[in-house]
């Protein structure tokens, strides 16, 4: 199955990943989770260079956040500090949980993407 190619990202993207790594809550959230967030209406999952433009997201937001706030782990995703969350991100990700806890099976199925 080959990819679409498409602009680098999507509107929203970067704050769609910011919120996916605030809903984690400080635990490591996969790349392909996070890609998944980047590219969740794009067709064929988002283009050939799509870990390639999440980097690029993730160092935009380094700039923008404290030292050492995203942490790479090496060979499988990104986690956020906690305490590194702005409080924007962490009200858009509480609205996540809340809307998804109104279906079981919604709320299971975030809880297995928050997992990573």
């Not at 400080?26 to 209406?41: K, Q, W």
């Not at 809307?99 to 297995?112: H, K, Q």
């Amino acid at each position: 199955m080959s990819r679409v190619m498409l602009a680098p990202y999507t509107p929203g993207a970067s704050r769609r990943l910011l919120v996916r790594l605030a809903a984690a809550s400080g635990r490591v959230v996969t790349y392909d989770a996070l890609l998944h967030a980047i590219y969740a209406d794009a067709p064929e999952g988002g283009p050939e260079n799509a870990l390639g433009v999440l980097r690029v997201l993730v160092t935009k937001w380094r700039r923008r956040l404290p030292a050492g706030a995203i942490i790479n782990q090496h060979g499988v995703g990104y986690r956020l500090a906690p305490e590194a969350v702005p409080e924007w991100a962490r009200r858009e990700a509480d609205d996540c949980h809340v809307m998804l806890a109104r279906s079981p099976a919604d709320a299971r199925r975030f809880e297995e993407m928050r997992a990573g």
